[in-house]
């Protein structure tokens, strides 16, 4: 159970194009996903909170306008990277937060990742 | 004040052998910490977490011994595999977990023959 999936895995794009990330949960609700970056041999670096049914809380430094988020349903939140440049080029991560798990604490299940790479 | 410090950045250790990675935070106020194995090219799994009520947490190989006084937690990895090679990044968060995590920032980890 508690399985998060995105898509696509991995993705070519050129630059100035937009490209879309989708993250689901799959066997379970989620009120709750976050959105990371992470560069090479480095950590994860929180993008944004995003709520089901609400605007996205991102985080100091991230441009809201260039890293669309939409969290449509409680299965689904989608990362769109508008007008992609190479400095764009990492791996994107989801994580999830199950709406019912009762009680403390709040585990997060993350996705397998995508990698985008920026021409 | 949020930031988790990580050490070493990377450990290698001989296969039998224990691996141990520390952790140390600034804010009083964490109360959920959590460690997570990442392979390349994949995201992050939780492999154990503690509450700061207790002060160790076992969980088959996988260790996590916290000192609340000192603001340091580790894992221990006992009887160490060559499968147990992967980065491995300790967090903290806020309400036990329920706002979002602070990384640290990673450990390499290489079990050798």
């Known amino acids: 159970g508690a399985v998060v999936s995105q898509h696509p895995s991995w993705v070519i794009c050129k630059s100035g194009t937009s490209v879309k990330i989708e993250c689901r949960s799959l066997?379970?609700?989620?009120?709750?996903m976050f959105w990371y970056r992470q560069f090479p041999k480095q950590s994860l670096m929180l993008m944004a909170t995003?709520?089901?049914?609400?605007?996205?809380?991102?985080e100091q430094g991230v441009e809201k306008d260039k890293f669309l988020i939409n969290h449509a349903s409680l299965t689904l939140s989608t990362l769109t990277v508008t007008s992609a440049h190479p400095e764009d080029s990492s791996f994107y991560i989801c994580?999830?937060?199950?709406?019912?798990?009762?009680?403390?604490?709040?585990?997060?299940?993350f996705g397998p990742g995508t990698r985008l790479t920026v021409t | 004040q949020q930031q988790v410090k990580q050490s070493p950045q990377s450990l290698i250790v001989q296969k039998g052998g224990i691996s141990i990675i520390n952790c140390a935070y600034e804010?009083?106020?964490?109360?959920?910490f959590p460690w997570y194995q990442q392979f390349p090219g994949k995201g992050p799994a939780l492999l154990i977490a503690?509450?700061?009520?207790?002060s160790e947490k076992k969980e088959g190989r996988f260790t996590i011994s916290f000192n609340k006084s000192a603001k340091q937690f580790s894992l221990h990895i006992m009887d160490s595999q060559p499968g147990d090679s992967a980065t491995y990044f300790c967090?903290?968060?806020?309400?036990?977990?329920?706002?979002?995590?602070?990384f640290g920032t990673g450990t390499r980890l290489t079990i050798i023959p």
């Open positions: 503690i509450r700061p009520d207790v």
């Open positions: 066997d379970f609700q989620a009120t709750t």
């Open positions: 995003s709520n089901e049914g609400s605007k996205a809380t991102y």
């Open positions: 804010n009083t106020a964490f109360d959920y």
């Open positions: 967090a903290a968060s806020l309400n036990f977990g329920n706002e979002k995590l602070t």
């Open positions: 994580s999830a937060r199950d709406r019912f798990m009762g009680g403390s604490p709040y585990e997060q299940y």
